[in-house]
């Protein structure tokens, strides 16, 4: 009798919840699933099963195909170039030097601005012929003015450097964490035995990170999909699409071309990636993370 | 100082200080540390041993002062160059390494080569008992394990000196005991010179040579355990030392106490401060203080009784089958020659204060 009564006040408990989720997450990302295979609805033409033609759309669109390229270029150079920043950022702040709590500071504020105040500033330093990079250039080096983001060649290049530089202070504070964690005394084991800095850092520092370095890893893949505010503010995708991804077209697809099958049609794709490569991470890196 | 032979361990502090801002955790310190000894580091916490030790390996640079190991000045080098092994109070063992490689981490990083390594792993093991365990990560060890491989560490690494910092703080009292035994053994089977940290007077005065008493960064006395436990230098070793400490009595309080028999009381000044071992008291029923017990405290094999005794009060370890009882009146008595004196002003033993220092306070 009581375990019943125990049962329906678990169920009681969770229900709120539970509406929440389904109402919010799980109905709408079956709800894509679905319209992926059927046409947009359009005034008064309903929408009708198509099957596989959306996929099809898809394969044949030289779109989609940019976009999908240069996210995976992004990705590609934003995740270990913001984790790797990120660590030596953490290793040196970690350090016992002078004004320490004054550089943790300057190096975490890029991750307390939102991405649209954060792309506002690199627009001013990429402006051609009076930013700040084109200033010193010109300044001193006598270059010639320079487009930076009206150049297919240069803006997506561009966009990483603003997303580097927003995500290696976010990433650096878990470092930091994980910094604190290590006991000062395996350092000094370590120096009593005569270990120099660099074989302290890969032979205890490293390893014993790796679960740090899985989760902002992790984290990396998720924002180098994820994070599009700054291609809207400073490029709009443009030239061209060259500095368009995936996110950011289903967006342009959905809000302002209203084709609301073919945008569901891409979302599976980007959350049938994004699944795979949490998957294959934590697969691969598991067997090589310690954890405590 | 004579010539110092080059195979000579021994570690030397001279005039050593230690400030952090204005506070001296260690101030001044002076020792002898002779090779192949085991010298205790002893005091109350807070009093610089761990800052002393930290000195020695070179794990914090000295204010002022010298390090001498085996006859080189060696207060600028570096951890490693000192040549010495440290096993650490939460034992530093690397989490993500098995237990082997724990131990053999120093190894590895020297370039000593595999089969050596092999062999000393094999015999460090052996001695320590943890062949089993070889393959193991430290959180999968209890703590008496841990401690184990600390010393492991030590071991394979044939350094003639070793530093350890209260390595056995963590652990229950019964491997507390087995492993303050183990320990001693491993110091003299191996010859090492060993410096050793501890707020546990038990500790110190049955593992150590020497026992080096710290008070407030300074050293309140060096010397054996026996002649620490019996000749105290001062107040307050002959409270640190002991369970029960010393009693501290004063000695004017103890006159006023009805005497039947011979004087138990030296030729003091009014105001000295008698001290005495409470084994060293008897109960009598001839002669000897009268004393009204206050308070027992009954440990099995004997019993801990205060006694009133005048307007002083004295703790007496009573054997066992002697039934003592709160409210009884009895008297006590000892051997005159086994109690001290102490100056009240500077806490001194007696018979050790220099005549010059008597004249600065007067009795
Ligand atoms: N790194 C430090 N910075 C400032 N003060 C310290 C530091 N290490 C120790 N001290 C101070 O020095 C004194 C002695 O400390 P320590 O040697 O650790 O004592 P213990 O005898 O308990 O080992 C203490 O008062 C402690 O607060
Ligand atoms: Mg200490």
């Known amino acids: 009798m009581t375990q019943r009564l125990q049962w329906i006040y678990g169920w009681l408990l969770l229900f709120p919840a539970m509406v929440m989720l389904m109402a919010f997450t799980h109905v709408p990302a079956v709800t894509t699933v679905i319209n992926s295979f059927f046409s947009t609805p359009r005034g008064r033409r309903e929408a009708k099963f198509v099957g596989l033609a959306n996929y099809e759309n898809l394969i044949n669109d030289p779109t989609f195909w940019k976009v999908l390229t240069n996210n995976l270029w992004y990705a590609l150079a934003t995740i270990p170039a913001s984790i790797f920043l990120s660590l030596l950022m953490a290793l040196w702040v970690n350090d016992k030097l002078k004004g320490r709590s004054l550089v943790r500071m300057s190096f975490f504020a890029p991750t307390v601005l939102p991405l649209i105040a954060v792309a506002n500033i690199w627009l001013f330093f990429y402006t051609p012929g009076f930013g700040l990079i084109d200033q010193i250039r010109m300044g001193f080096f006598g270059l010639p003015e320079n487009s930076w983001l009206g150049s297919q060649e240069t803006v997506l290049i561009c966009m990483m450097v603003v997303t580097i530089w927003k995500e290696a202070g976010f990433f650096m504070i878990f470092y930091l964490a994980a910094l604190q964690t290590i006991p000062p005394s395996l350092r000094e084991a370590a120096a009593i035995e005569g270990a120099s800095r660099s074989t302290f850092f890969w032979r205890v520092t490293f390893p014993l990170l790796m679960p740090t370095t899985l989760f902002v890893s992790i984290n990396a893949v998720i924002n180098s999909f994820r994070m599009v505010d700054h291609i809207f503010t400073m490029t709009g995708g443009g030239p061209d699409n060259a500095s368009s991804l995936l996110l950011f077209y289903i967006y342009e697809v959905a809000f302002k071309f209203w084709d609301t099958a073919y945008a569901a049609t891409l979302t599976v794709v980007l959350l049938v990636l994004l699944s795979l490569i949490a998957l294959g991470q934590f697969f691969f890196m598991d067997r090589k993370v310690h954890y405590r | ?330 008297k006590l008595t000892w051997d005159a020659a086994k109690s001290l004196t102490f100056n009240r002003t500077t806490g001194k033993r007696r018979d050790v204060i220099k005549p010059e220092e008597l004249q600065l306070n007067p009795a």
Not at chain 2, 13 to 27: F, H, I, P, Q, R
Not at chain 2, 155 to 179: F, G, T
Not at chain 2, 213 to 227: D, K, M, T, Y
């Open chain 2, 1 to 330: 100082m004579t010539l110092q032979d080059t195979s000579s361990t021994s570690v030397e502090l001279a005039n050593l200080t230690k400030s952090w801002g204005g506070l001296n955790a260690v101030n001044d310190i002076s020792l002898s540390i002779p090779s192949g000894s085991f010298t205790v580091l002893l005091g109350p916490s807070g009093c610089g041993k761990s800052t002393t030790l930290r000195l020695i390996a070179g794990l914090e640079q000295a204010t002022s002062g010298k390090i001498i190991i085996g006859g080189k000045d060696v207060t600028h080098a570096s951890p490693a160059q000192r040549d010495l092994a440290m096993v650490f109070q939460n034992y530093a063992l690397f989490p993500h390494l098995s237990v082997a490689e724990n131990i053999l981490f120093g190894l590895k990083v020297r370039r000593v080569s595999r089969a050596d390594r092999d062999e000393r792993l094999k015999r460090a093991a052996e001695i320590l008992g943890i062949s089993a365990l070889l393959e193991r990560k430290p959180s999968q060890l209890s703590g008496g394990q841990q401690q184990r491989v600390a010393l492991g560490r030590a071991i394979v690494s044939q350094k003639p000196i070793c530093l350890m910092d209260e390595p056995l703080s963590n652990l229950d009292a019964k491997l507390r005991h087995e492993m303050r035994v183990e320990i001693r053994a491993l110091q003299q089977k191996l010859g090492l010179t060993m410096v050793y940290v501890t707020h546990d007077q038990t500790e110190a005065i049955t593992m150590a040579d020497q026992v080096v008493l710290l008070n407030n960064g300074e050293v309140e006395q060096a010397a054996s355990p026996h002649e620490l436990y019996t000749y105290p230098g001062s107040v307050f070793t002959a409270r640190f030392i002991g369970t029960p400490p010393m009693n501290i009595a004063e000695l004017h309080g103890l006159r006023d106490a009805e005497l039947s028999g011979p004087d138990l009381f030296p030729e003091a000044p009014e105001d000295a401060l008698l001290g005495i071992r409470p084994e060293d008291i008897e109960l009598s029923d001839e002669a000897g203080v009268a004393a009204r017990v206050e308070a027992t405290e009954y440990l099995g094999a004997d019993t801990l009784a205060t006694f009133k005794v005048g307007s002083a009060q004295l703790v007496a370890r009573v054997p066992g089958r002697k039934a003592v009882k709160t409210g009884d009146t009895m």
